[in-house]
Nanobody, 124 residues
Framework: QVQLVESGGGLVQAGGSLRLSCAASGRTFSSYAMGWFRQAPGKEREFVAAIRWSANTTYYADSEKGRFTISRDIAKKTVYLQMNSLKPEDTAVYYC?????????????????WGPGTQVTVSS
């Protein structure tokens, strides 16, 4: 199976930027899509962004449009999430996930493999 490892989280002031990375290893990488989700304390996991691996089509939650950019490096089997103009409400654990087959990229249940997550904290 694939292993996903996120990195790049940390503490940043409001208005700042972070770039998260998610590197895949293990079996032959054959994802249909990769997604980023986040979960804040006491809240459900929510969709942030996704990218269809071959088509390079991107999807964003409405609250992230214009601030976040998802991209991928096929050779490195890595997906990135560039986060700009960060707000305190962006504070959460951010997870990347792999979707193997066609499905709704905004639904967490459509993803089969998850990374352990990386903490993002935005101070006001």
């Amino acid at each position: 199976q694939v292993q996903l490892v996120e990195s790049g989280g940390g503490l940043v002031q409001a208005g700042g930027s972070l770039r998260l990375s998610c590197a895949a290893s293990g079996r032959t990488f054959s994802s249909y899509a990769m997604g980023w989700f986040r979960q804040a304390p006491g809240k459900e996991r929510e969709f942030v962004a996704a990218i269809r691996w071959s088509a390079n089509t991107t999807y964003y939650a409405d609250s992230e449009k214009g601030r976040f950019t998802i991209s991928r490096d096929i050779a490195k089997k890595t997906v990135y999430l560039q986060m700009n103009s960060l707000k305190p409400e962006d504070t959460a654990v951010y997870y990347c996930a792999e979707q193997l087959m066609t499905g709704d990229v905004t639904l967490a249940t459509a993803y089969g493999f998850w990374g352990p997550g990386t903490q993002v904290t935005v101070s006001s």
